[in-house]
């Protein structure tokens, strides 16, 4: 089956398109990319994912935002799909996770409620093709955080064989970061995710006022290097109390805002600190809140740390999450960027749109996409809403005669 995946993750600066042959048992199909396409949102639509992800607008406009967004991830997805060579008609399927402009977490941790915007109903109308999103909220629904969601990606594909020595440790670094600890096949331990904290937002909206505007995120971390971070501010700031939080825990923008990066820019000036050095302490931040929730929640010892997301490609930020580890697990633990892995779907850029052409693939085959042990939802669940293409009933016929 032919399978597009979309995702514009929380740091809302592009849209990610792969291409995917997807076949074979639930339990592990085979998986190959075909093509892989990243375009990065146009100005407006940019300042309109911001404003709404900010609180700012009303229902008609949350209303147009949905069916405008639609519209660029279907023009993505059409440009991915003709990049292969192959017509619209030969695709079975589309999986799309869409922009996130709310993620409502109470204060005792749980998910009151998360949205996701980008009418599948238009993606599924400009390309003719099935299309299935909204993901997260039957997990929500069944009393999970709705994230991560990548665990079933990486537990189908990526844990370590039997005779592995320790857990192998995820770790996508998008706007927000996430984890996902992989036992070995076969240990008592089973696998465990969450969101680690931020990821990249503070650092890209410190590297905006660094730059005087010149910048949407720290290039290859040369603001950072330029800089010094101050520990005491970094200790300061993981008091936070989500950092306190056990998994299984979600966040995002709603908590690590602009609002909150303006503050520690408030702090960090009052402390005596260059702009450069503030890029420096928030991304020392970033480091030192993953390392420490290693220390915290690891279900046993990490023997590597595989790295995805726009974070595999800061080489401050990743020396920096090395030390950190050294200095709060006591021990050097190999950091690893997914591209370096072997007979594995993807690269760091392309892993999470794949996952969510899986979990596609898995919604149309009436399998679970989520992981309670990771969500903390009651029960597994298939996930998604369905927006039927033109090729729907063939695509029922398709699916039926495969499972007859």
Known sequence: MIVAGLISGTSADAIDAVVAEISGPVERPPLQQLAFESRTWPAAERE????????????????????????????????????????????DLIGSHGQTVWHEVGEDGSVQSTLQIGETAVIAERSGVTTVGDFRV??????????????????????PGADGSGCRALQNIGGIGNVTFLPPRGASATPLAFDTGPGNVLIDWAAGYTSNGAQTY??????????????????????HPYFQLAPPKSTGRELFSRDLAEQYREEAAASGLTAHDFVATVTELTAASIADSYRRFAPMPVSELIVCG???HNPVLLARIEEQLVRRMGRRIPVIRYSELSNVPGDEDSKEALCFALLAWLTIQA????????????????????????????????VWESRA
């Open 310 to 312: 726009g974070g595999a």
């Open 218 to 239: 720290d290039v290859d971390g040369m603001l950072a290097a330029r800089g010094r971070a101050d520990g005491d501010l970094v200790a300061r700031w993981l008091a």
């Open 48 to 91: 309109l994912i911001e404003g709404l992800i900010a609180g700012q607008g009303d229902a008609r406009a949350l209303s147009r935002a949905g069916f405008i967004l639609g519209e660029r991830f279907a023009e993505v997805a059409i440009g991915a799909i003709s990049s292969t060579g192959l017509a619209l008609a030969d695709v």
């Open 367 to 398: 399998a679970a996409g989520n992981d309670p042990a990771c969500t903390g939802a009651i029960g597994r669940r298939t996930l998604g809403k369905i927006a039927p293409g033109r090729n729907y009933r063939q695509l029922m016929e398709t």
């Open 138 to 159: 039957a997990d929500v629904a069944a009393g999970g955080q709705g994230a991560p969601l990548i665990p079933i990606f990486d537990q189908i594909f990526l844990r």
